[in-house]
C-alpha cells in the first residue's frame, strides 16, 4: 500500500439508533469505495457473528480500511469503525468513538431522532469528534426529510441543511456521503517520529496468532518486531505482525503510523493482558502519560447459568472461558445451587449482552441451559458495618443482620410521541420510576426523563414500553448510582422446601404481587406428580402467598391391542425423556423451564 | 425335541362401520376385498410352514375389526389351515371377537363345531344412549339375547368388554352397566377407560373445548374405576391384569401370553409377533400387504434379534400389567443375572413410594402403582450400557 499523507486519512464510525440503516450504509460505503467487488459483498459486511446479522445488531466493534477517490482527484484512507448501538454496549461505542476523529450519524427519514440518537451523537460529542448528519431512507414513502434536517437543527443544534439525503438500501446519493466524509470529518493529527501511543480499542483471540489487538496510533509509529508495553497491564511483547483491515480479513503491512488505524499481534496469550481502553506504548521508549479511557467495565446484570445436563459443567467453562477471551465485559465465577447443581454466576453489561451470550453457548457451543432469573448488584450494608456487594439472591444475609439495603438506579430517557405520554408515565410510575422532568421536541414528541431503579427494567422494561406506545417509544439510559430501598427476599417453596434458585430479591412494595404470580406461573409449569405438592412464596418465615399442585390421579395406559407393544414402549420412552428434562429437588421433579418463569411474570 | 408353545394371533381388520373412537386398522369393505384379504392370509399362514415342526399352538384369538361379519366358512379356512402347518392342542383356547349385532344361531353354531371355544364381545355399554353415541350397531338387548343363545349352544366361556369415561356417562350409569353385565355371569370382563386416540373424530370432537366438558371429570373416572375393582371383586372376579377381570381359572390364556413373555405369531394386516427372541410386525398398508405375505416367514428368519437391554425392560413393563407381577428368580432364569443387580435401586425406591410390593420372590404394583402405572413402569427402561 502507498504511504498516505496523513492529510488524506479519515478515521470515522456511523452512529444510529437501531434499525435506521447503520450496517447499510457501511456495506455501501465499503462497496463504493471499491475494496470489495459485488461478489464479494455479502450482506453486511461489517456484522460478522450469525448472530449479529441475524439481530440485525452489531454487538462488537469492528473496522475497515477502504480508499475512496474523491472528487477533487485524490485518494483517501478511510478507517470505518463500527459500533454497537445498544445501550448494553455503551463502553464499547465510547470506546470505539475515542478512535475517531469524527461520526456519521445516520437519521432514519421517517422517524426522525431516537433516544438512541440522542445518546449517541452526546457520546460522540462528549469525545470530539465531528458529526456529519445524514439523512437514510428518503426513498420511503412516509420519508419527511425536512422535517427531520430542522429536527436535528433544533434538537440536537447540528447544521443540517445541506446533509446528505440518502437511501443506503438503493444506493441513493452514496457519493454525498463519501464527499461530507473528505470534506467535513478532519484528518488525524500525531507525530510519525514520537514515542508511540496508541488506544486499543478492541481486540479478538485467534488460536494461531494468540490475541489480535485493534489500535488507533495516536502518536508515533509501530512494526514489526518493536517491543511495546501495555500502560494499564504494565504486559510487556514483542511485536510481530502489524496490519489493517480488509473486509472481514488481516492484511499484514510494514508499519502503522500516527493518525492510522490497525492490528497488530504479539503471541499473546490472554486477552487480560490488552484491555480495552489501555495505551501500548514502546517499552524502551515510552510516551510521557497514557491516553484517557481506559475504565474497567463493571457488568450490571448477573444470573445464574446451568448445564441442563450436569455432566456438562466442563464444557460450560470451557464455553464461557473462550467467549470471554472475546468479551472482557463477560465475567464469571462458579457456584452451586443445591437445585440446580454446578454451574457459574455469570456477570453482563445488560440483558441483550445477557441474552447474546446465551445463545452464544447454545449455539456455538450446543449447550442446553438453565438459566436463572437476572439480579443486578444490590449493596448490602450490614449492622456490623460492612458493605457487600450482592449479585445473588441466595447469598443474602439474615435480615437481622441487614441495616438497609441500595439498589442501582439509572437515569432513563424516553422518547415519545404525545398520544402515549400518559401511557408511559403510567409504567414508569408502576415501575417506581422518579420523574425528573419532560422536554417537547416538536410539537408531536417530547424527551421523558426519569429515575428508575434497574431492577425494574432488566426484565422486559423494553416490551412493555413498545407494547404501552405501539412501538414508538425509544429509551436510552445510563447508570445513576444508588439508592436506599426496602427490599426484601422472596424465597419460593415448593413442596415445603426452599429452591435457592428461584428466590429473587424485590421491592418490599411489589412482593405480595410477584409472590402471588410466581405461585400461579408455578404451578403452571409444574407437572402433577405422585403426591400434593404446595408451592408457597415466602420472605424469610412469612408464607404470602400458596398454590397447590394436585396429586396426579391416573396415569394408565389400558391397551396392548394384539400383542403390539410398540406403542407402549415408545409412550414410556417419551415419559423417560421428559423426566430427564426435570431437575429434582426434594422429591419433587421441577421441569427446566420453570426456572426461567419468573422473566415472563409482567408480561401476562 | 419338545415343541414350543405358541399363541396365534389373527387379524380381521373390517367392521360393519368404524366406530369415531377407534384407531385400529379396520374399515368398512367390499365382499370382494374381504375375500382378496382372506386370500392373502391363507398365504401368509402358509408361508409358516416350517414353524410347524417347532410349535405347538395353543391359544388362537381371531381379533380386528369384526371377525363375526366374516362368513364362518372363511373363518373355517383359517382354521384349516393353521391345523394344516401346526398342531394344535387338544384343549386350545380358540377365541373370536363378535360384535352383539353381527352373532346369529348359524355363525354360533358354526363356531361351535369349528372348536371355537372363547367368545370376547364387545358390549361397551348397557345403557343405549351411551351405545349411541358410540355409534356402536347394538342395542343392549342384544346382549342378553346373545349370551343367552352362546349358552345354549355350549359356550362356556364368554368375556365382555365394557368402557368406562364415556362422554355424557355418570358413575351411576356405569355401575348399572356393570350390574347387569354381571347378572350375565360371562367368565371374564375386560373394563378399558376411553382415551381419546390422536386421528379419531372423538378426539377432536372431545379433547378440548365444550367436547370435553361432557367427559366424565377426573373424580368421576377415577371413582369408576375404583368400582369396577370392589363391585367386581363382590361378584367373584378377580382383577388378574391392569384392565381384566374374571372368575378364577377363566384368565385369557392368549391374552396373557403378551403379558408374560410368551411367544405368538400374529398374521394379517398389522399384526405384531414375538418369536424366537424377536419382536416384528406386519405392514399396516392394505396394499403392500398382499406384497409382502409372501415373503413373511423370510422377513421374520431375517429380523434381528431383541437387544437384552429391550428383553429386560419388555419383562418387566409388560409383566408388571399382571396383578400376580412378575418372579425375580425367573427374571434371573432368562437373563442369567439377578434382579436385583439391575433394577434394586429402582425396585427399592419405588417400593419406598408404596408404588410396588416385593413378597414371597415376586414384584407386584400396588394399587396406586396400578393408577399411575405409565409412572411407574417409565422406571424401569434402562439406559444404554446398564446391563
Known amino acids: 500500500m502507498a504511504d498516505f499523507a496523513q492529510s488524506k486519512i479519515r478515521n470515522f464510525c456511523i452512529i444510529a439508533h437501531i434499525d435506521h440503516g447503520k450496517s447499510t450504509l457501511a456495506d455501501r460505503i465499503i462497496e463504493k469505495t471499491g475494496l470489495l467487488t459485488q461478489r464479494e459483498m455479502q450482506e453486511q459486511v461489517l456484522d460478522n457473528m450469525d448472530l449479529e446479522r441475524e439481530r440485525g445488531i452489531t454487538i462488537k466493534s469492528q473496522a475497515v480500511r477502504t480508499i475512496y477517490k474523491a472528487k477533487d482527484g485524490e485518494e483517501y484512507m478511510f478507517n470505518l469503525i463500527d459500533t454497537p448501538g445498544h445501550v448494553d454496549f455503551n463502553y464499547e461505542v465510547s470506546r470505539s468513538l475515542a478512535a475517531c476523529d469524527g461520526a456519521v450519524l445516520v437519521v432514519d427519514a421517517a422517524q426522525g431522532i431516537e433516544a438512541q440518537t440522542l445518546a449517541n451523537v452526546y457520546l460522540a460529542l462528549d469525545h470530539d469528534l465531528d458529526v456529519v448528519p445524514v439523512i437514510n431512507k428518503i426513498d420511503l414513502p412516509s420519508a419527511e426529510p425536512q422535517r427531520v434536517i430542522d429536527e436535528i437543527e433544533d434538537v440536537i443544534g447540528l447544521e443540517a441543511q445541506d446533509a446528505p439525503q440518502i437511501s443506503a438500501k438503493n444506493g441513493i446519493n452514496i457519493e454525498d456521503v463519501l464527499e461530507a466524509i473528505v470534506e467535513k470529518i478532519p484528518a488525524p493529527g500525531g507525530d510519525p517520529e514520537a514515542p508511540l501511543q496508541a488506544l486499543i480499542f478492541d481486540s479478538v483471540y485467534d488460536s494461531y496468532r494468540g490475541v489480535i489487538v485493534f489500535c488507533r496510533l495516536m502518536e508515533g509509529s509501530i512494526r514489526k518486531g518493536m517491543p511495546v508495553q501495555m500502560m494499564a497491564t504494565g504486559a510487556s511483547f514483542d511485536v510481530v505482525e502489524v496490519g489493517y483491515f480488509g473486509a472481514g480479513q488481516f492484511i499484514p503491512c510494514e508499519e502503522l503510523t500516527a493518525g492510522m488505524v490497525g492490528y497488530f499481534t504479539a503471541s499473546i496469550k490472554n486477552v487480560r493482558d490488552t484491555r480495552v481502553g489501555d495505551t501500548v506504548t514502546e517499552k524502551n521508549r515510552p510516551c510521557e502519560k497514557p491516553l484517557p479511557g481506559y475504565k474497567k467495565v463493571q457488568p450490571m446484570v448477573y444470573c445464574g447459568m446451568y448445564p441442563a445436563d450436569g455432566a456438562k459443567y466442563p464444557d460450560l467453562r470451557d464455553a464461557l472461558e473462550k467467549l470471554q477471551l472475546n468479551d472482557a465485559a463477560l465475567q464469571y465465577e462458579p457456584e452451586t445451587s443445591a437445585a440446580l447443581g454446578f454451574g457459574f454466576r455469570c456477570g453482563f453489561l445488560g440483558l441483550l449482552h445477557l441474552e447474546i451470550i446465551q445463545e452464544r453457548l447454545e449455539r456455538e457451543y450446543s449447550l442446553d441451559l438453565v438459566t436463572t432469573a437476572p439480579s443486578v448488584i444490590y449493596k448490602v450494608h450490614c449492622t456490623n458495618g460492612t458493605v457487600m456487594d450482592l449479585t445473588n439472591p441466595s447469598n443474602m444475609p439474615d435480615p437481622t443482620e441487614i441495616e438497609y439495603m441500595e439498589e442501582p438506579i439509572v437515569k432513563a430517557e424516553i422518547m415519545v410521541t404525545t398520544e402515549f405520554i400518559g401511557a408511559i408515565m403510567d409504567l414508569c410510575q408502576e415501575r417506581r420510576g422518579n420523574y425528573q422532568g419532560m422536554e417537547y421536541m416538536e410539537d408531536t414528541r417530547a424527551l421523558l426523563r426519569y429515575e428508575l431503579p434497574l431492577n425494574e427494567i432488566i426484565y422486559d422494561f423494553f416490551d412493555a414500553l413498545k407494547s404501552r406506545s405501539r412501538g414508538y417509544a425509544s429509551f436510552d439510559y445510563e447508570m445513576a448510582g444508588y439508592m436506599r430501598s426496602p427490599l426484601v427476599k422472596l424465597d419460593i417453596l415448593v413442596n415445603k422446601e426452599e429452591v435457592d434458585a428461584l428466590s429473587f430479591i424485590v421491592f418490599e412494595g411489589t412482593a405480595y404481587e410477584r409472590g402471588r404470580k410466581m405461585c400461579e406461573k408455578l404451578k403452571e409449569e409444574i407437572p402433577r406428580q405422585l403426591f400434593e405438592i404446595p408451592i408457597q412464596a415466602a420472605i424469610g418465615n412469612r408464607i404470602i402467598a400458596r398454590e397447590t399442585v394436585k396429586a396426579m390421579r391416573k396415569d394408565v395406559l389400558a391397551k396392548c391391542y394384539g400383542g403390539d407393544i410398540t406403542r407402549k414402549r415408545k409412550l414410556l420412552e417419551k415419559q423417560k425423556e421428559g423426566k430427564k428434562r426435570m431437575r429434582q429437588v426434594g422429591s419433587v421433579e421441577i421441569p427446566q423451564r420453570a426456572f426461567m418463569s419468573v422473566l415472563k411474570l409482567d408480561s401476562e | ?387
Open chain 2, 1 to 387: 425335541m419338545e415343541k414350543r408353545d405358541l399363541g396365534i394371533y389373527i387379524h380381521i381388520p373390517f367392521c360393519v362401520k368404524k366406530c369415531d373412537y377407534c384407531d385400529f386398522p379396520s374399515a368398512a369393505r367390499t365382499p370382494q376385498e374381504m375375500a382378496w384379504y382372506m386370500r392373502n392370509l391363507m398365504k401368509e399362514i402358509r408361508s409358516y410352514e416350517a414353524l410347524g415342526s417347532l410349535y405347538r399352538v395353543d391359544t388362537i384369538f381371531f381379533g380386528g375389526g369384526t371377525p363375526s361379519i366374516l362368513p364362518p366358512i372363511q373363518i373355517m379356512r383359517v382354521l384349516m389351515q393353521l391345523r394344516e402347518e401346526f398342531e394344535v392342542a387338544e384343549d386350545a383356547e380358540i377365541t373370536i371377537e363378535c360384535n352383539p349385532g353381527t352373532l346369529t344361531r348359524e355363525n354360533l353354531l358354526s363356531y361351535r363345531d369349528l372348536g371355537i371355544n372363547r367368545l370376547s364381545l364387545g358390549v361397551q355399554s348397557a345403557n343405549d344412549a351411551e351405545l349411541k353415541l358410540l355409534e356402536r350397531i347394538h342395542s343392549w338387548q342384544e346382549v342378553p339375547d346373545n349370551v343367552r343363545l352362546a349358552r345354549k349352544l355350549g359356550f362356556k366361556n364368554i368375556n365382555l368388554d365394557v368402557m368406562s369415561g364415556l362422554p355424557h356417562q355418570s358413575v351411576k350409569s356405569y355401575r348399572d352397566t356393570l350390574q347387569r353385565i354381571v347378572e350375565l355371569r360371562p367368565e371374564h370382563i375386560s373394563s378399558y377407560s376411553l382415551i381419546l386416540e390422536e386421528g379419531t373424530p372423538f378426539y377432536d370432537r372431545y379433547r378440548t373445548g365444550e367436547g370435553q366438558k361432557v367427559l366424565p371429570g377426573e373424580d368421576a373416572e377415577r371413582e369408576m374405576y375404583y368400582e369396577t375393582r370392589d363391585f367386581l371383586k363382590t361378584h367373584g372376579y378377580h382383577r388378574y391384569e391392569i384392565s381384566n377381570y374374571s372368575l378364577e381359572g377363566r384368565e385369557c390364556r392368549h391374552n396373557s401370553r403378551y403379558w408374560t413373555g410368551g411367544e405368538y405369531l400374529g398374521v394379517g394386516l398389522s399384526a405384531a409377533s414375538y418369536l424366537d427372541g424377536k419382536r416384528f410386525a406386519n405392514t399396516s398398508d392394505w396394499i403392500s400387504y398382499g406384497e409382502e405375505v409372501r415373503h413373511a416367514y423370510q422377513r421374520y428368519k431375517a429380523a434381528p434379534a431383541q437387544s437384552r437391554k429391550d428383553a429386560m425392560e419388555e419383562f418387566m413393563f409388560l409383566g408388571l400389567r399382571m396383578t400376580c407381577g412378575i418372579r425375580t428368580s425367573e427374571f434371573c432364569q432368562r437373563f442369567g443375572t439377578d434382579y436385583y443387580e439391575v433394577y434394586g435401586d429402582v425396585t427399592e425406591r419405588l417400593e419406598g413410594q408404596k408404588l410396588l410390593t416385593v413378597q414371597n420372590g415376586r414384584v407386584r404394583l400396588t394399587d396406586y402403582g396400578i393408577d399411575v402405572s405409565n409412572r411407574v413402569l417409565a422406571e424401569f427402561l434402562l439406559e444404554e450400557g446398564d446391563v
